[in-house]
């Protein structure tokens, strides 16, 4: 079956630079997209596809992805970016969606 | 603007049927993938079921013995029905749409219903 991987936790100092990692063999064939989650809210997209983001979505976040690899990188945390970060794909024939178990993210 | 609502009973017994239902408004139905999610309490994300674009169902095979998900395009709804429910299946539920493309690899769910705290006991 198809798995991806997050760090559960990672904490970054305010106004430095953080990535969060996603792994899966399936990512050598779909791109990931990055949710965040405040508690209580419903997730809210972040980032998708090779790099882009939804509108209203600051540029402080981008996206990566090299081999089963993904990454999310916020450059310059801010302290409202303190949240839950989950990625998503599909698996190779594009059939059936994963998301991560989530990375926490604490911004000191 | 894309907006998703949702509803249906928040309480069940063990063994009942959830049922869910999710209206958009403000979009288009067509050429999109509707998708139920859900996260257990202190979880992370748990893909359901959806429709692809081409109004195809697919399910998590975890699940798929026990769900069954519909489509009414007249209505703009889609619904989705979970049988023989345990404590297990205590969770918040989301509705989501899905965007596909067909010169890249890759889809995201964009829009989101604001979540139905659906609780077995």
């Known amino acids: 079956s198809f798995e991806l991987t997050q760090d559960p936790a990672v904490s970054v100092a305010l106004g430095q630079t953080v990535k969060i990692t996603c792994q899966g063999d399936?990512?050598?064939?779909?791109?990931a997209s990055w949710f965040q989650q405040k508690s209580g809210q419903a997730p809210l997209l972040v980032v998708f596809?090779?790099?882009n983001r939804p509108s209203g979505i600051p540029d402080r976040f981008s996206a990566s992805s090299s081999g089963n690899s993904a990454s999310l990188t916020i450059t310059g945390a801010q302290a409202e970016d303190e949240a839950d970060y989950y990625c998503h794909s599909r698996d190779n024939s594009g059939t059936l969606v994963v998301f991560g178990g989530g990375t926490k993210l604490t911004v000191l | 603007q894309v907006q998703l609502h949702q509803w249906g009973a928040g309480l069940l017994k063990p063994s009942e049927t959830l049922s869910l239902t999710c209206t958009v408004s403000?979009?288009?139905?067509?050429?999109?993938?509707w998708a139920w999610i859900r996260q257990s309490p202190g979880k992370g994300l748990e893909w359901i079921a959806e429709?692809?674009?081409?109004?195809?169902?697919n399910y998590n095979s975890s699940l798929e013995s026990r769900v069954t998900i519909s489509l009414d395009t007249s209505k703009k709804e889609f619904s989705l029905r979970l049988k023989s429910v345990t404590a297990a299946d205590t969770a918040v539920y989301y509705c989501?749409?899905?965007?596909?493309?067909?010169?890249?690899?890759?889809?995201?769910?964009?829009?989101w219903g604001q979540g139905s705290l659906v609780t077995v006991s």
């Open positions: 403000g979009g288009s139905f067509n050429h999109y993938y």
């Open positions: 429709f692809n674009h081409r109004r195809e169902a």
């Open positions: 989501a749409r899905g965007v596909g493309y067909t010169t890249s690899p890759q889809t995201h769910f964009d829009s």
């Open positions: 596809g090779e790099n």
């Open positions: 399936g990512l050598r064939s779909y791109y």
